[in-house]
């Protein structure tokens, strides 16, 4: 019952979110906005083989496992989009810009085969390869959104939004890096991790919604090109 309430306050968020990034941000924002939607189908994907997991039978652990992993690829995905788009999107007056985004996806797609190469092995099940996998993904992330939230410091012309917004995929990253390592280092600390994973993802979203549900207040004198 305590998954199937989880699963219920992230989908309320998610569909919160979503419903006020529709007044417009989701076109300033696009890959934020498929990313949430995306997180939403997976979710709702996920909720009936992670109820049938809870009876113990093989072939419902499988099932689970397989829809579990499939939907962390997609994830995995989505994020790394959405943070190249965000890194993008914050070197606006950096020259040459076409080459720090093909920097970006080079550097990403090199990191994330490197790392795919070093933990795959088909004799393993899935998850013990892919636990590391992931975490390796998910440090990549939080380095990539460090250094986007340092860029928008030093900025001239502060974003209130997209600094909420790279603030809360630094929650959101750490927690699920953390989580996975931990999960490498002892499988007996699955629960811990999972608590803390869930509990990052649910401020992330929260915070996202706080970010959208209203419109910024109008750009200041001292910073006459903010934008919303």
């Known amino acids: 019952m305590l998954q199937v309430g989880v699963y219920a306050v992230g989908l309320l968020l998610q569909v919160l979110t979503i419903n006020a990034m529709r007044r417009g941000a989701y076109r300033r924002y696009p890959f934020l906005f498929l990313y949430v939607i995306g997180d939403f189908v997976t979710a709702l994907l996920e909720i009936q083989p992670r109820i049938a997991y809870d009876s113990g039978s093989e072939e419902a652990k499988r099932n689970w496992a397989k829809i579990f992993w499939i939907d962390e690829w997609i994830i995995q995905a989505l ?124 401020a992330c979203i929260y915070i996202w919604w706080q970010a959208f549900r209203q419109p910024l207040p109008r750009p200041s004198p001292e910073f006459p090109n903010q934008t919303s």
């Open 79 to 202: 994020v790394f989009l959405l943070v190249i788009s965000l890194v993008y999107k914050a070197a606006a007056h950096t020259r040459p810009r076409r080459a720090l985004l093909l920097g970006l996806v080079g550097g990403t797609i090199l990191f994330a085969g490197v790392s795919f190469l070093f933990h795959y092995s088909p004799e393993l099940k899935t998850g013990r390869w892919m636990t590391p996998w992931t975490r390796d993904m998910y440090f990549a992330a939080a380095v990539l959104d460090l250094g986007l939230w340092a860029m928008l410091i030093q900025s001239r012309e502060k974003d209130r939004r997209l600094l909420m917004v790279s603030g809360a995929l630094g929650i959101q990253f750490t927690t699920a890096a953390i989580g996975q390592a931990l999960r490498e280092i002892t499988h007996a600390a699955v629960s811990f991790t999972a608590v803390l994973i869930t509990l990052g993802s649910l």
